[in-house]
């Protein structure tokens, strides 16, 4: 088992920033990729970004590419995600997640590559 938990969702203006953080615990070295997905309210949930632990190697979202960066710190078993110029369509719920599986053939953009998922954080972008 693996346990995640978000934290530092919150309400910012558009064109600000938010970091997110995703603290990871338990049997953390079975994990490979940790990623960040979205869902907004009558939505899918929608892949933002991933990262290997070992490697680094990183995955995006065209959508949020140039604006939103992933990174990871392995010493705190913690990965970001700092998000600027925040747009009105950014709110959702910020769920970060991880893959036990080595290899993907997606990008890891499908949250059924992910076996375990952490409670979510609510970003919300006002005008």
């Known amino acids: 088992q693996v346990q995640l938990v978000e934290s530092g969702g919150g309400l910012v203006q558009a064109g600000g920033s938010l970091r997110l953080s995703c603290a990871a615990s338990?049997?953390?070295?079975?994990?490979?990729?940790m990623g960040w997905f979205r869902q907004a309210p009558g939505k899918e949930r929608e892949f933002v970004a991933a990262i290997s632990w070992s490697g680094g190697s990183t995955y995006s979202a065209d959508s949020v590419k140039g604006r939103f960066t992933i990174s990871k710190d392995n010493a705190k078993n913690t990965v970001y995600l700092q998000m600027n110029s925040l747009k009105l369509d950014d709110t959702a719920v910020y769920y970060c997640a991880t893959s036990l599986r080595s290899y993907s053939g997606t990008g890891y953009r499908q949250p059924y590559e992910y076996s375990y998922w952490g409670q979510g954080t609510q970003v919300t972008v006002a005008s």
């Open positions: 338990g049997r953390t070295f079975s994990s490979y990729i």
